[in-house]
Structures are given as structure tokens and as C-alpha cells.
């Protein structure tokens, strides 16, 4: 019976220390379930989470990629890209412009440079819009013809431009691209004047103003500028 007694006495023991050490587990466990709500919320976030709608549409590697996951359209392109081939219509305008200078003459005008004279001009449109002196010579508008000219003391032209509309959709992209860079560029207030040397006598000009950067008028311009060359 003492035999018995013990057994039961350490099976009483057993059991308590059993349901104690089972007490002390569920209360580790609560412990650790109340800590979980206080972490970031980010770190509750799933992992496989996308970081932007578009590095939903594949896989890590096929985002990465493709230009369009994610990358700003401006850096799909380089900014860098070389400039539009402009039109062979285009260029073959501007190559007429040269050829023309080259004699002198000015798209859809009769008149050449040195050659005719202001009462030529006269005579066929009349009295000018206005007709002043400028520098070392005169300057006659004729504004319906969309031409200007300049001439002597002896009633010489010396300089023909045109500001035709077809004339004012050019560019320097384009006419670079045709001709090449110009001989020279100079500055009038807003203008800027790009110069081609045509030979020993003539120059072809371009005059683009910055608010708009196309043509606004050519210039078929004699070297020789206002001189009086029927004086001597």
C-alpha cells in the first residue's frame, strides 16, 4: 500500500507539472500574438507584392526588359537621335535658291542683281509701298509682290529679297542639311543672318528671326553692296 501510495503521489506530481508547463506555452503564445499587430505596416504587406502596375504584366526579367515597364516615354528614345531626313522636294527648293543666287535672281522675280535697275521695277509695279534710304543705299517695298530691293545712286540693285510664303515654312535643319553650314552668321536684334557665298560675286542670306526659327526672307546680295558701279 506505501508502494501504491508514492506511485500515485508522483502520478499527481507529474500531471501538475504537465498542466503548468501547458499554461506557461499557451501564455508564450499570446504573448507573441500581441506583438504582431504593433510591426510596421509595410512589413505586413505580402512580399510578392508589385512595387507599380506595370511590373504586374510579367515576370521580374520580362519587366526589366521591356522599355515599357515602368520607363518614362522621354528615356525610351535617346535625346541624342539624329535629325529627320528632310523631304527630296524640300532639298531640291533650297538647291534651286543657290542656283538662282548664283546668277543673281530671287524666286519668282524677273530681276537680277546688278543687271536691272529700280526704274525696271518702276515700270512694271508701279510706285513702291515705301522707298528709303538705308545705310549707303535705297530700299524699295513692294509688299503685294512680297519683295524688297535695294539699290544705288546710279538706280543699280544691288540686293533682291523675298519673304514668298513658300520661302517661310524653311528651317536651318533643312537648309543645313542641303547646303551644308553657312559661310557666316550674323546678328540684327532678333534676326539671325546665316550667309552661303555663291561665288565671287553674289551671296544667298537667310534671315530667321528667334521667335519663330524659320525663314522670314531671303537675300540675293552683290559683295560689291551699295557701290555705285555704273559711276566707275
Not at 535625346?79 to 530671287?106: F, H, N, R, Y
Amino acid at each position: 500500500m506505501k508502494v501504491s501510495f508514492k506511485t500515485a503521489s508522483y502520478g499527481f506530481a507529474l500531471a501538475g507539472v504537465l498542466v503548468l508547463a501547458a499554461c506557461n506555452s499557451a501564455g508564450s503564445a499570446s504573448s507573441i500574438g500581441n506583438d504582431a499587430p504593433s510591426a510596421s505596416p509595410s512589413a505586413s504587406a505580402p512580399a510578392s507584392a508589385p512595387a507599380s502596375p506595370s511590373a504586374s504584366a510579367g515576370s521580374g526579367t520580362d519587366a526589366a526588359a521591356s522599355p515599357s515597364a515602368g520607363a518614362p516615354a522621354s528615356e525610351s528614345a535617346p535625346a541624342s537621335a539624329a535629325p529627320t531626313k528632310i523631304s527630296a522636294e524640300v532639298a531640291d527648293q533650297i538647291k534651286e535658291l543657290m542656283k538662282l543666287a548664283k546668277e543673281g535672281k530671287a524666286p519668282g522675280i524677273k530681276y537680277v542683281v546688278h543687271d536691272s535697275l529700280i526704274d525696271d521695277v518702276r515700270d512694271d509695279w508701279d510706285k513702291a509701298d515705301s522707298d528709303d534710304m538705308a545705310g549707303k543705299g535705297f530700299y524699295a517695298v513692294y509688299a503685294k509682290h512680297h519683295a524688297v530691293f535695294g539699290y544705288n545712286k546710279g538706280s543699280q540693285l544691288f540686293d533682291i529679297r523675298s519673304s514668298d510664303a513658300k520661302l517661310q515654312k524653311l528651317t536651318l535643319l533643312q537648309i543645313e542639311q542641303t547646303l551644308g553650314k553657312p559661310s557666316s552668321t550674323t546678328k540684327n536684334g532678333d534676326d539671325t543672318i546665316y550667309v552661303y557665298e555663291t561665288g565671287k560675286e553674289f551671296q544667298l542670306k537667310f534671315v530667321i528671326p528667334k521667335s519663330t526659327g524659320k525663314v522670314d526672307h531671303i537675300s540675293v546680295f552683290s559683295k560689291t553692296g551699295s557701290h555705285n558701279n555704273m559711276a566707275g
